[in-house]
């Protein structure tokens, strides 16, 4: 009996070290984390948290210069952060299948749009995505300014005291997201839900089951405990949404001026063209939110603290919300268009600390690019967030400059694949107008009723958390502007 498995091992040691050797030959020149029989690179990488796995991926790109591969067992991972490669990924209509790693978010988000390889995503996106237009924009922004109040109102008790804000505005991001969603009028501030917990949690067993070399699998994940909390947590949200579906679906076929609220695209959308169980409909729902969620609560947070850490900047950004929004009126597209340097100031924070740090594809067919040819079935992992402090990219890219994104002054605008934050190609953000005007009317509403200031001598410590966090929060101290 012990003869068998051995031998068993054996050959899985001997076919998994033929595959690596196979590839390094293949990818000749590229500088490689050390990588062990089996297991790959995953105890060089196996991090305890996300600000963990973050230093060290930065720490590999510093030593091998911007691209580099990693194993883990016999799956080649090549993580790059050059313009061209990530542009000719991001572009190419074949890479549109997600790699197995999504498979890990499928336990709890299900086959939404999110994890959908191509056969899957090609119609829905092009049903669902439509009405994400400047419409719903202009329709979004009463529940912007409620929100961005009810933030306000919250923050008046931490004026002139150094706090950490980095949860408050978490509650704003699941507030807003939860109303443009499900059409729900929450107060986080006031009376916190369990699904923002139930998101936090969901997300960190993720990640924890992408970076541990043994319960990526199935199986074994099966007798975890997080695996039991998991489904818990993921049948409550999925209570929670179905609530919302149920209620939507009474109020039958509503016209296009009427939808207000995702939910009401969606449900009308199953009804006509787009036929979709209530379990299909609450898989995108639930991706739409954690997306929304995750991704609003990086950009607001470090964008407060740019405007807290660059004084000059804040100052200038004031003042032209002072030259053009009257504080009596309810804010429109148009007059937060009228925000030109306050849009530049966004974009830089954008860029210096990219909400979605890195986007995963993978090849079904072998292909060549820039000088490599990659095997197929090749994870890429491009790093968003590296490529846009690439010297190459971005002149002085550790430096705060807005002005950078001015498009008629800046040379560095002619590519778009030089500002990757929304990922542009052809699975990219469809979501950005929405992310861009919530921005602006949050810097407006913040900026209107208090001066931001940073706790001395704070820097935030970055971590990969699916998106990018500052691990020990925001420090600021507030003075009330009237």
């Known amino acids: 009996m012990y003869q068998y498995l051995l031998a068993i091992l054996f050959f899985v040691y001997f076919a998994i070290s033929c595959i690596q050797i196979w590839i390094l030959k293949a990818l000749k020149g590229m500088p490689c984390v050390p990588t062990f029989p089996i297991i790959g690179s995953a105890l060089r990488l196996y991090s305890k948290d996300g600000r963990e796995i973050f230093n060290k991926v930065n720490n590999e790109f510093k030593q091998s210069g911007g691209k580099f591969m990693l194993f883990l067992g016999n799956r080649l991972f090549v993580v790059m952060s050059d313009q061209k490669d990530i542009k000719a990924i991001l572009t190419n209509p074949k890479m549109i299948d997600r790699p197995i790693e999504y498979h890990f978010f499928k336990t709890w988000l299900g086959d939404s749009i999110f994890t959908a390889d191509g056969d899957a995503w090609k ?25 961005c109040e009810n933030l306000i109102k919250s923050l008046k008790n931490n004026v002139k005291v150094e706090f950490d804000i980095y949860h ?40 924890w089951r992408v970076v541990h070399p043994i319960y990526r699998n199935d199986f074994l994940y099966s007798f975890t405990r997080k695996c039991k909390e998991s489904q818990r947590m993921t049948k409550e949200m999925r209570a929670y949404i179905q609530e919302a579906i149920e209620r939507t679906k009474k109020n039958d076929f509503l016209p296009l001026e009427h939808r207000k609220t995702i939910i009401d695209n969606i449900c009308n959308l199953s009804q006509s063209t787009l036929p979709m169980s209530d379990v299909e409909m609450q898989n995108d729902l ?33 003042q032209e919300i002072k030259e053009n929004i009257n504080p009596d009126e309810p804010l429109t597209v148009q007059t937060l268009n009228t925000l030109k340097y306050t849009n530049l100031v966004i974009k830089e924070a954008l860029r210096m600390y990219t909400p979605a740090p890195s986007v995963i594809r993978s090849n079904s067919v072998p292909f060549e690019l820039n000088g490599y040819n990659y095997p197929a079935d090749t994870t890429f992992i491009l790093s968003l967030y590296n490529a846009h402090h690439n010297p190459e990219n971005y002149e002085d ?9 001015d498009v008629i002054k800046s040379s560095e605008n002619n590519n778009i694949f030089n500002f990757v934050a929304f990922a542009p190609g052809v699975r990219g953000c469809r979501g950005n107008k929405i992310a861009e005007y919530q921005l602006k009317t949050f810097v407006v509403k913040m900026l209107n009723s208090y001066k931001i200031a940073l706790k001395e001598g704070f820097e935030p410590e970055l971590s990969w958390d699916i998106v990018l966090k500052p691990y020990n929060g925001i420090w600021i101290n507030l003075s009330a502007r009237n």
């Open 168 to 207: 408050k505005v978490e509650s704003f991001a699941m507030d807003v997201i939860i109303e443009l969603t499900l059409g729900n009028r929450n107060n986080s501030h006031e009376n916190p839900t369990n699904f923002q917990y139930y998101l936090h949690e969901n997300t960190k067993i993720t990640i």
């Open 286 to 318: 639930l991706f739409i939110i954690f997306a929304g969620f995750d991704t609003m609560s990086s950009s607001v947070s470090f964008l407060t603290y740019c405007l807290a850490k660059y004084p000059e900047v804040q100052e200038k950004v004031y």
């Open 123 to 147: 119609p829905k996106q092009k049903q669902l995505y439509p009405f994400l237009n400047m419409k719903f924009v202009q329709n979004a922004l009463p529940v912007f300014e409620h929100h």
């Open 397 to 405: 890219p550790e430096k705060f400059l807005p002005e950078r994104h």
